[in-house]
């Protein structure tokens, strides 16, 4: 069975939290919802949601101060702000704590599901993810349980090494430059311009684990110029 995307929809309106979870029900997501800001930064913080919808005007904690509390914690979890507060400056403020959207109250529920869906797909959420990655004439990869067999050894990879090989399977028809990398997969703000070989180690071990030859590698390639690309086909 295909996986459900989790929402989590932070709102006090009682109509407006019922239809939201109503809407998003009905278009194939599991969700969670919260009536004020307190459970809303609690059950945000848990870190089980692929979305939250995140009401501004909130009793006990605003919108705003959950928004920077999840950043400070979690800098890839996406979220969109909900709010009747909509002038330039409301929304620039949002933006700047860290929220991928902010959509202003009333809205068309049509627009806020595809911008939903336009955020889920921009954080590399896939409602069909791949169990496996089959390198090109070379092993599959076993992403759920983080091993491959390669010359009849099992060999064992870390999440982060995983979610590396999986954000460079899903873009294998381009290379992926460092910097997205750093972005994507460790969540660093962009042009940071950071000083930083935690991307370049990691692929040197991959390599290790992958390669017959580091030095010479058959999978995980470097495009001059252009950052790395992983040489896999379809799950």
């Not at 955020?119 to 983080?146: A, E, Q, W, Y």
């Not at 067999?149 to 290379?175: C, G, S, V, W």
Request: proline share 5%; hydrophobic share 35%.
């Amino acid at each position: 069975m295909e996986p459900k995307p989790k929402l989590l929809v932070v709102e006090d309106e009682l109509a407006i939290r019922t239809g939201l979870v109503d809407v998003f029900t009905f278009h194939g997501f599991e969700v969670d919802f919260a009536e004020d800001g307190e459970i809303g930064l609690n059950k945000a913080l848990s870190g089980n949601f692929d979305m939250i919808l995140l009401d501004v005007m909130l009793p006990k904690k605003n919108g705003y101060d959950i928004c920077s509390a999840i950043r400070e914690q979690d800098r890839q979890q996406p979220v969109i702000m909900l709010t009747a507060r909509n002038t330039d400056e409301d929304i620039i403020h949002g933006l700047s704590l860290g929220a991928d959207d902010y959509v202003a109250k009333p809205f068309s529920i049509t627009q806020l599901v595809l911008r939903v869906q336009a955020v889920l797909r921009r954080s590399g959420f896939d409602n069909k993810p791949d169990n496996h990655i089959h390198l090109s004439n070379g092993p599959s990869i076993d992403t759920v349980n983080l091993c491959a067999e390669i010359d009849n050894e099992t060999i064992a990879f870390t999440k982060r090494e995983m979610e590396i090989l999986q954000y460079l399977h899903r873009h294998n028809d381009r290379p992926v430059p460092r910097e997205e990398l750093l972005h994507k997969v460790w969540g660093y703000e962009q042009d940071l311009n950071i000083e930083t070989r935690t991307v370049d180690i990691h692929i040197a071990k991959l390599r290790r684990k992958l390669e017959s030859d580091p030095k010479q590698p058959a999978f995980l390639q470097t495009v001059r110029g252009g950052g790395y690309k992983l040489l896999s086909g379809q799950g």
